[in-house]
């Protein structure tokens, strides 16, 4: 629900109802109207101007001594003062008078101080505690009076509050004073005492509320951690009382209460925590849990008040928790480390911001870390070594994090996922950026052993996948969760083949080429573009592998375009890109065919034969062109490698039979329609031309 200050509501009521103000009192318990929207909805309806009076008389003072001076002219009588200027100067008097009030508790304080560090020694306990309490009851029967009085209502509570404030004081004192002695004057004063405090806090709360329900949870609270206070002596009381305060106070205070109420249970425990660490010395650590419980209390209290700076203490008290109890109390660490992810939540959810997507991030993974410190030394060493074991990771044990640590990345993309449904997308974006550049740091952590490498890239695979799925434009999703699934097949072969040669990867990723491009022919237009381009990659290493001068059959490298060649013939959408990259091919091909003979022959002769279909598809002059020459390139090497002893005069006698069947198929493809043949013809006419000038010259020569 929206709160007033949010929200704006109009209503009319009657100013003269019997019970306005008592509705008006049960809205400001609720928490529904502000001390600030009382003032202003009293300026404005609910004031009328006083009457000029002539002499003002306070009651609050001796009367001062009325000067003898002579009477002055009589001066213009003042304006009246208006609703506003009578409201201000009447705070003015009352703040002075609270001003004055609390220089005067002071200074009694203070005097007697003096007076009692000289005879101090002199005084029993009982009668130590009894200053306090007539202090206590002296500040609250004044204040009973004052309350009567119209003018001194402010003065009134401020009494009032330093009494109750003082309840828990005296609790402490009955326990220093009178509970640790054996007389039983004492344990008699220390009853009477509590009955006669209770029944003052219980007078106060019952005329500072108006709803019971509020009452007895004020009472309760604020009683309970005030009695608290007593038994101290024994040795785990203080922890315990400790405890039970903070837990106490969790389940009875209203976080809907007016902030203001609030001050005298926070001052309860306070007080509890103070004598716990200071005057019990209770090793810190021990109340990590408290801090966290109290800071949580905290945040119940902020999600109902815009207090920026209570959302700062309940962070500062959670952090707190978690740093004293880190270290030695790892559970008390952990269940603080709960109540922080809870806070990141809420806090994300209030303000959306991308700090609170980093604290989220940081306290979710140090509570993994806290989980492994719960689990027992000998317990540890026995997973560890079985897990090292399995993996081969002897050696290199930190490798397991990038396994360990995956399903934490899986929920940071949960996170993101909700984010973007509540569309809050700009923030979804940095969630799995941060999901990214964790992955990355896992994948890195997880590939000193081929095991965790392997793993860690299978669940990459798989979670790019399904978070791929999710989305409307998933074209930069699709290209990297193809890559990873490349590379964890390539790591899952390596893991289980670890003593592969070069030539055998080589086959490898040409099998993998030949795989992308046929499942490019299928119909899905994202898969398929990305299957085209990473086959390239893949043809590309697997050429580089090839290059081992020692392995025969790198020939087998002709398959990639023969494969482009026929992807050209089937899909006309690819036909020009693949055609040329078919031809890029065919020249690639030599470069691993001429390291022996037959290998060589072979090559271009499949390369003449696949360029023929290449023009046809491309139907252009230049591929007719390479045709030719992949044609006069294989009788050359045939000859050359076949017949050692061909002399010049052969070489030339060859190239005039070349040079008639080229002119021969010159003018009979003119004499033909068909556009491929025409191509050939003209590409027949270039080379003849050619081949005339190199035999002319050799002729000359």
């Known amino acids: 629900m929206s709160r007033p200050e949010n929200r704006r509501v109009v209503l009319e009521l009657d ?18 109207l502000s001390d600030r929207q009382i003032l202003n909805l009293s300026q404005q309806y609910l004031a009328s101007v006083l009457p000029e009076i002539a002499v003002a008389r306070s009651t609050d003072f001796i009367r001062p001594v009325e000067p003898t ?13 208006n609703m506003l200027e009578q409201i201000a100067r009447s705070f003015q008097q009352e703040l002075s008078v609270v001003w004055l009030l609390a220089l005067g508790v002071f200074l009694v304080i203070i005097s007697s101080a003096v007076l009692a560090a000289s005879q101090w020694q002199n005084v029993s306990p009982i009668g130590q505690y009894l200053v306090l309490l007539g202090y206590t009851l002296s500040f609250w029967g004044v204040s009973f009076w004052t309350g009567r009085q119209v003018r001194l209502r402010l ?13 828990p004081v005296n609790f402490w004192a009955i326990d220093r004073f009178l509970l640790q002695s054996i007389q039983p004057m004492s344990f008699v004063t220390a009853l009477i005492a509590a009955i006669v405090l209770s029944g003052m806090a219980i007078a106060v709360f019952r005329q500072r509320f108006s709803s019971p329900a509020l009452i007895t949870s004020a009472l309760v609270s604020y009683l309970g951690l005030s009695y ?19 837990i106490a106070a969790f389940i009875t205070v209203r976080p809907t209460t007016a902030f203001v109420r609030l001050v005298f249970p926070i001052v309860a425990i306070v007080l509890l925590f103070f004598r716990a660490i200071f005057i019990a010395e209770i090793d810190i650590a021990q109340l990590g849990l408290a801090f966290g419980i109290v800071g949580w209390l905290v945040v119940r209290v902020a999600q109902q008040h815009s207090l920026a700076l209570l959302w700062a203490m309940s962070g500062g008290l959670i952090g707190l928790g978690w740093l004293v109890s880190v270290g030695t109390i790892v559970w008390q660490a952990l269940i603080v480390s709960g109540l922080g ?31 492994w410190r719960l689990v027992p030394d000998s317990l540890q060493s026995q997973v560890v070594n079985m897990t090292t074991t399995l993996t081969q990771t002897q050696t290199v044990p930190f490798a397991l994090f990038g396994i360990v640590f995956f399903p934490y990345l899986i929920g940071i993309l949960a996170i993101a996922n909700w984010l973007e449904r509540n569309q809050k997308f700009e923030l979804a974006r940095f969630a799995e950026s941060v999901a990214l550049l964790f992955g990355i740091g896992l994948t890195a952590i997880s590939s000193f052993a081929p095991a965790t490498r392997t793993l860690n890239l299978l669940a990459s695979t798989a979670t790019l996948g399904r978070f791929t799925q999710q989305k409307h434009n998933p074209i930069q999703l699709v290209y990297g969760t193809h890559l990873v699934g490349l590379m964890t097949l390539v790591a899952a072969i390596g893991w289980r083949f670890p003593n592969l040669e070069q030539s055998t990867w080589a086959v490898i990723f040409l099998g993998i080429a030949i795989a992308e491009w046929s499942f490019s022919l299928f119909r899905d237009r994202i898969w398929t573009q990305s299957a085209w381009y990473f086959g390239f990659g893949v043809a590309t290493l ?21 494969l482009l060649t026929g992807i050209a013939v089937r899909d006309q959408s690819r036909r020009t890109d693949a055609s040329w990259t078919s031809a890029i091919g065919l020249f690639m091909v030599q470069a691993l065919a001429i390291q022996h003979r037959e290998t060589g022959v072979l090559s271009l002769s499949l390369a003449t034969l696949l360029m023929l279909v290449n023009t046809r598809c491309l139907g252009r002059i230049e591929p007719a062109y390479l045709t030719f020459g992949f044609g006069f390139s294989t009788i050359g090497w045939w000859i050359w490698h076949w017949f050692p002893g061909f002399t010049v005069e ?14 021969q198929l010159y003018r009979w493809g003119h004499a033909h329609r068909s556009n491929f043949i025409a191509l050939f013809a003209q590409a027949a006419d270039g080379w003849a031309i050619g081949l005339s000038a190199i035999v002319l010259l050799s002729f000359r020569g």
Do not use: M
Request: charged fraction near 5%; hydrophobic fraction near 60%.
């Open 69 to 81: 001076l002579p009477i002055p002219a009589p001066s213009p009588t003042p304006r009246p003062l």
């Open 155 to 167: 003065t009134a509570s401020t009494l009032q509050t330093l009494a109750l404030l003082l309840v």
């Open 542 to 562: 697997s050429y580089i592998l090839f290059l081992e001068p020692s392995y025969k059959f790198a020939i087998v490298w002709i398959l990639v375009p023969a």
């Open 228 to 246: 608290l206070q007593c038994g101290w002596s024994f040795a785990t009381v203080p922890l315990i009382a400790t405890y039970l305060g903070t």
């Open 650 to 663: 052969s070489w030339l006698l060859v190239g005039a039979i070349v040079l008639t069947l080229l002119w």
């Open 341 to 371: 992810l809870l806070f990141g939540w809420k806090l994300l959810q209030r303000y959306w911001r991308r700090f609170d997507v980093i604290v989220l991030f940081i306290v979710g993974l140090q509570s993994i870390w806290l989980i």
């Open 15 to 32: 100013a003269n109802h019997p019970n306005f103000l008592a509705g008006l009192e049960l809205w400001v318990q609720l928490g529904l």
